[in-house]
């Protein structure tokens, strides 16, 4: 380690030296003003040359990096932990500062310890404490891998000031994800927190990375959701050979061309692996060129999650930044220096020679791990038997009776807040909504739901160059489509899409593989088979054939196959209501039924159209070796002198390996063809609807991409627009109703007291005034309300005659759409004249009820009962 910071430092002062050489030639190739003004000025022409020059000459403005520094955070409404130190807190940083001094007595070649930074508020924290352990109240967020993706995702990566130190600021885990950015420190505290609030094992680790892992550099990475798993071959069970079978026919090719014929394949895919490994090799070496003058010596932070808890059955590392997992013996990790967790800090005491290859994670060995606290949860090594016995036993003698002291010292609790993830944060994830993440010939590109229209939320391109100019294969996914789609595949080389969907597709599709939308091309559907009543579960398409795959049905179709010929009349591609493609040929086959016997169990059925023919062959029994055959020459009915066609023997051609009687029959062939006969035209009518789905299919799917419609839950107030509606249908009721209850508590005297003088008091006869003055107005407005129902029932009459009237007088000379307004008007006026004939009987009802009720409320009010108790 110091034979490398001694060279880092003789290339600095190189680098000082060679500066200083080139300030010292500039001084001297400076010229005397007079030397300049002598020389000559320069021409139009040459202003203008040296103009075009200088405006090709393209100038890259370098992008601003992130900062997150104390000024760039409000201090202002922190809490009071983050701006001082409890009691306890203080005593930690003095047993802290007492183990480094000893650690830099006892280490002096060792670089200062990584102990208590300072927080956003200044205040020197453990840095143990600035672990907070919380378990997120998100399912996504229990597993290793989710924590570290979300981490990576949510956060920015900010470079350290100084990448041969560590931070002198170590920020609190809620700061951090209010600000959406920090370090590798800051990554790793926040993880760390998660993955023990989580159950698992893990601490913050302080050591050395390689360039690429601590700028975040993924360029040479390959992605790995380019990466294929490794495929099961699955042994398939060998059936047992049949007690009678037929041998196969002798082999007459021959072995040696046989053999030559491999020799020749092994050499050239030899000298093609010979190749891929000289271009890989070539890659390595151009990549290996750019050497890091600073390797060994960048300071990383990352995440040791050890084996133990939650079913981790290996230790491994978690880089933060791009949320991959590592082996321990990673050459990206080239050192360790301390690790902890939010009860204890260890300093690793082992060489780290061969980088963390050699480094064993025994945190109870002081040995290996120099702990700081006593009260540490790891245990201490357990001795052997013969070390056990070697122990002297005066030494417990010497000891009984001494009280032991207790030097332990428990960690204080975490002084950062509670962390906490709302829903909104935990949905848009990557900040602004969108991240980019450069790979090994590969781009990903990442965006919060909903951020744009089409429910695009991932989108990963490979390139065929490192460049990452010529695209090679796109791929995106989406969510929260109402069409259900959720991967979109395109290649760009060969121009195939693929598109795959969740089950709820109102077509039940589950993938789509195209080259073209137009109709009669290349494709591939398959379909969810339990959403379909039909049983289809694949369909094939080309421009001649069509291939269906079914499954599940009740008449144990499986296969069907329909060859189409050229159309006679040249119509548009998506004719095929209209004008339907000839069906040639349909090959249909079907599962065995268990409840027919196998001999009349059909297996095959060929539909020859243009020929005319019709093939059957059927299943074959268990103890055969060949099954039965039949073929029907169908023929039409009727001849062209209009006589009756009779079933002849020769219409049928029959091979059976056990002929019986009744099959022989022209009667039971004849009904057989019949029902084939109806069977064809079936067959004939499905693969025409067939068609016509496919059609349907295609219309639907172009919609679906123009409109592009996304789903929102019911649970999702915010975006959901129904949901919302409700709601303030709700409030505006509430709000109604409780206008009406303030209109219910509405002075009623309040208009006629306003006539009096402010602040007399009432007399009796005042009092009667005002009473008398209140019941009729209520009086006239009963009757005035009683008039207006009264008058719009007599006009609503009067309308109503009149338009009788005019279809008496008019009704010879009438359409029958005319008759149809009248009568609809004649109906809605009925309704009207019955509704105002009902609302002016009740009125009629209640208008005594309410006049005395208010004659009573007047009677009851306190202003006026004491002055009108004499006339109660």
Not at 204 to 224: F, I, K, W
Not at 248 to 259: I, N
Not at 537 to 545: F, M, N, Y
Not at 629 to 653: H, P, Q
């Amino acid at each position: 380690m110091e034979v490398l910071k001694e060279k880092v430092e003789e290339e600095e002062a190189a680098e000082r030296e060679e500066a200083a050489e080139r300030a010292e030639r500039g001084e001297k190739t400076k010229r005397p003003m007079e030397v300049r003004r002598g020389e000559a000025t320069m021409t139009q022409e040459m202003l203008r040359d040296l103009e075009r020059k200088l405006s090709e000459i393209e100038v890259s403005v370098p992008e601003k990096l992130l900062t997150f520094t104390k000024d760039t955070i409000d201090t202002s409404k922190l809490p009071f932990s983050y701006q001082s130190n409890t009691l306890k807190e203080e005593q930690l940083l003095q047993v802290a500062d007492n183990f480094s001094r000893q650690y830099s007595h006892l280490c002096p070649d060792r670089v200062p310890l990584f102990l208590h930074p300072l927080n956003e508020c200044e205040v020197p924290k453990f840095v143990s404490t600035t672990i907070r352990p919380t378990l997120m109240p998100y399912p996504e967020l229990y597993n290793w891998d989710t924590c570290a993706q979300f981490v990576s995702d949510f956060l920015s990566m900010v470079p350290l000031p100084d990448p041969l130190k560590p931070p002198l600021y170590l920020y609190s885990s809620t700061t951090v994800l209010k600000y959406q950015k920090g370090n590798c420190f800051d990554f790793s505290t926040l993880l760390c927190s998660m993955l023990i609030g989580a159950g698992y094992d893990a601490y913050c680790v302080n050591g050395y990375g390689s360039q690429d892992l601590c700028h975040m550099d993924l360029t040479r990475e390959a992605c790995p959701l380019t990466m294929k798993p490794k495929e099961t071959v699955k042994e398939q069970e060998k059936a047992p050979p049949k007690k009678y079978a037929i041998k196969p026919p002798r082999d007459l090719t021959s072995r040696f061309e046989q053999e030559q014929e491999v020799k020749r394949q092994e050499v050239i895919k030899a000298e093609e692996e010979n190749r891929k490994k000289q271009e890989e090799a070539r890659l390595l070496e151009q990549e290996n060129a750019k050497t890091d003058p600073l390797h060994g010596l960048r300071v990383h932070s990352w995440v040791l999650v050890l084996s133990g808890k939650r079913e981790v059955p290996e230790s491994f590392f978690i880089d933060p930044f791009t949320a991959c997992s590592y082996s321990t013996q990673d050459d990206h990790f080239l050192g360790i220096e301390s690790l902890w967790n939010h009860k204890n800090y260890w300093v690793n005491m082992q060489d780290c020679w061969n980088c963390c290859k050699e480094l064993i994670f025994d945190l109870g060995d002081p040995v290996r791990w120099e702990y700081l606290l006593l009260g540490t949860h790891k245990p201490f090594l357990s001795l052997t038997e013969e070390e056990d016995e070697g122990m002297n036993d005066d030494d417990d003698v010497e000891n009984l009776g001494k009280e032991d002291e207790d030097k332990s010292f428990d960690m204080p609790p975490s002084w950062v807040e509670q962390i906490e993830i709302s829903p909104e944060a935990f949905e848009t994830r990557c900040p602004n909504g969108k991240k980019v993440i450069q790979y090994k010939k590969a781009k990903l590109e990442k965006w919060a739901p909903y951020l744009n229209n089409n429910g695009l939320v991932c989108r990963l391109t490979t390139y065929e160059d490192l460049e990452c100019t010529k695209a090679l294969e796109m791929k995106e996914w989406y969510q929260n489509r109402e069409d259900m789609l959720e991967l979109k595949h395109i290649n760009k080389i060969t121009g195939l899409n693929v598109d795959y969907f969740k089950p709820g597709h109102p077509q039940a599709l589950r993938m789509h593989s195209y080259k073209s939308m137009q109709p009669e091309m290349d494709r591939v559907m398959e379909f969810y088979e339990t959403a379909r009543v039909d049983g289809l579960i694949k369909r094939e398409e080309t421009p001649k054939t069509m291939t269906e795959y079914y499954q599940g049905r009740p008449d144990f179709l499986s296969y069907r196959h329909v060859n189409f010929g050229p159309r006679m009349k040249k119509l548009a591609l998506n004719s095929a209501e209209s004008n339907p493609r000839p069906m040639v040929k349909i090959t249909e086959r079907f599962f065995r039924n268990p409840a027919t016997p196998a001999d009349e169990d059909v297996a095959e059925r060929v539909f020859l159209i243009a020929e005319e023919r019709i093939q059957l062959r059927y299943h074959c029994r268990s103890d055969h070796i060949t099954a039965n055959k039949r073929e029907f020459l169908r023929r039409t009915e009727v001849d062209s002198k209009g006589n009756k066609i009779i079933m002849t023997s020769d219409m049928c051609i029959s091979f059976e390996v056990e002929p019986m009687e009744h099959t022989k029959k022209l009667l039971y062939q004849y009904e057989a063809m019949m029902k084939l006969k109806n069977e064809e035209k079936m067959s004939r009518h499905q693969a025409w609807e067939s068609e016509l789905e496919v059609l349907e299919i295609l219309k639907l799917r172009e919609e679906e991409e123009e409109a592009h419609t996304l789903t929102i839950s019911i649970y999702d107030t915010k975006r959901n627009e129904k949901s919302k509606e409700y709601r303030e249908a709700m409030e505006r009721v509430l709000h109604e109703e409780h206008l009406r209850q303030v209109e219910a508590q509405l002075d009623y005297l309040a208009p006629f007291l306003a006539q009096l003088p402010p602040g007399e008091k009432l007399t009796r006869w005042q009092a009667v005034r005002l009473k008398d003055e209140c019941l009729n107005d209520f009086k006239q407005r009963l009757i005035d309300k009683a008039n207006l129902i009264q008058a719009r029932f007599e006009k609503e009459t009067q309308e109503l005659q009149k338009k009788q009237q005019w279809y008496q007088e008019n009704q010879v000379t009438l359409t029958p759409e005319d008759e149809d307004l009248y009568l609809s008007y004649c109906s809605q006026a009925m309704f009207r004249i019955r509704i105002l004939e009902q609302r002016l009987s009740r009125h009629k009802e209640l208008a005594p009820l309410k006049y005395l009720a208010l004659e009573e409320k007047l009677y009851k009010d306190p202003r006026l009962v004491e002055l009108l108790k004499v006339f109660v």
